[in-house]
Nanobody, 120 residues
Framework: QVQVVELGGGLVQPGGSQMLSCAVS????????MAWYRQTPGKQRVMAAM??????YVADFAKDRFTISRDNEKHTILLTMNNLKPEDTAVYSC???????????????WGQGTQVTVSQ
């Protein structure tokens, strides 16, 4: 069984920093992209940053403020968020694309989500 476990989140002041980590555990063949998404009430979930085994991507709204790194051996990603703004307040969720037995069929696994609140 595959599990996606997130750590981090909470209250941070504007201009502050926050780190979110995500780890995939269980039995599987391989992991494709891993990504952090965020969602605010009444809005669609959007990708904040993504990492494959070789590349990374950060959404335009997060460029120069967010960075993402990946440890392929430990199946983890780390999202470092700097200079946080009130509009970054959202539920952040981790998604992993997992091949369970071979590379013929992949499945998305999601973490439970963690609240990040940027406020005085």
């Amino acid at each position: 069984q595959v599990q996606v476990v997130e750590l981090g989140g909470g209250l941070v002041q504007p201009g502050g920093s926050q780190m979110l980590s995500c780890a995939v555990s269980g039995s599987f063949f391989s992991i494709g992209e891993m990504a952090w998404y965020r969602q605010t009430p009444g809005k669609q979930r959007v990708m904040a940053a993504m990492a494959t085994e070789r590349d990374t991507y950060v959404a335009d709204f997060a460029k120069d403020r967010f960075t993402i790194s990946r440890d392929n051996e430990k199946h983890t990603i780390l999202l470092t968020m700097n200079n946080l703004k009130p509009e970054d307040t959202a539920v952040y969720s981790c998604k992993a694309v997992v091949w369970l037995t071979d590379r013929t069929a992949a499945r998305n696994y999601w973490g439970q989500g963690t609240q990040v609140t940027v406020s005085q």
